[in-house]
């Protein structure tokens, strides 16, 4: 594993290393500008897929310089390759120290990351799948999307709720399947569109798995929909809010 300097990460990173956190050294091999609003990186991960297993939605910390103090944000691994140590993050570009650099990043670059935490079992028995996110969670989308195609039941369905900011977001590359159903929902009322959009349409899915990452608030008031208008129990709704509303997490 490389050596990873961890002076100025201040209180947590000291938690981080106290739970077990493992730092690795990441280096760019290549960059991409996917949209006005979108970039993806990929990267070497310095033995981080030698030593982490690798599944669905995993999700690592990196650590951002700004100004000498050093800022974490969480990123969902891309088209990891675990015999290669290879994989690509994928940043929604907003006001932001995370999205600076990666819209500044160069090829043989080096960043330090934390991996903690991460993790996530495929249910065997969904019937169905509803799913609820934003550019920021597309990447863990499609990895969940690639995983019920690899899946014993590959035909599972998903319905997916995508809320977009910018019109370019429409035309990301989301990896879903001719047997899937895809809503795109404009940002409107700090997000409660989309909180509307899936409250409208609430059927009985008790046999089917949920799965949210949107704002704070959002991602609260969806996964609640879930549990309660949808009859989804409780252990089958996996929901983990990516940003709060004022607050730039890019």
Do not use: C
Request: no cysteine.
């Amino acid at each position: 594993m490389s050596q990873v300097a961890t002076k100025g990460r201040g209180w947590q990173g000291a938690v981080l290393k106290l739970l077990g956190g493992d730092d690795f050294e990441l280096t760019v091999t290549g960059t991409e500008t996917v949209t006005d609003h979108y970039v993806r990186l990929t990267f070497t991960g310095g033995g981080l897929l030698a030593k982490r297993a690798l599944h669905p939605t995993m999700w690592i910390r990196m650590w951002f310089d700004d100004a000498g103090k050093l800022h974490q944000r969480g990123y969902t691994l891309v088209d990891a390759d675990p015999a290669a140590d290879t994989f690509g993050i994928e940043f929604a570009i907003h006001d932001g120290i995370a999205a600076r650099w990666a819209q500044e990043a160069r090829v043989g670059d080096t960043i330090n990351a934390t991996v903690m935490g991460s993790k996530f079992a495929m249910p065997g028995d969904a019937r169905g799948w509803i799913i609820a996110g934003d550019a920021a969670s597309l990447p863990a989308i499609n990895s969940l999307l690639d995983a019920i195609e690899a899946s014993d039941n590959p035909s599972t369905p998903a319905t997916i709720w995508l809320e977009y900011q910018h019109e370019s977001d429409k035309s990301l590359p989301l990896r879903v399947r001719a047997h899937d159903t895809v809503h795109w929902i404009a940002r409107e009322r700090d997000g409660a569109a989309l909180v509307d959009a899936v409250r409208a349409v609430a059927f009985d899915a008790a046999d089917h798995f949920g799965w949210v990452a949107l704002d704070s608030a959002s991602t609260r008031a969806v996964a609640k929909a879930l549990k309660d208008e949808y009859g989804i129990p409780k252990k089958s709704v996996k929901a983990q809010a990516y940003w709060i509303p004022g607050k730039s997490f890019a």
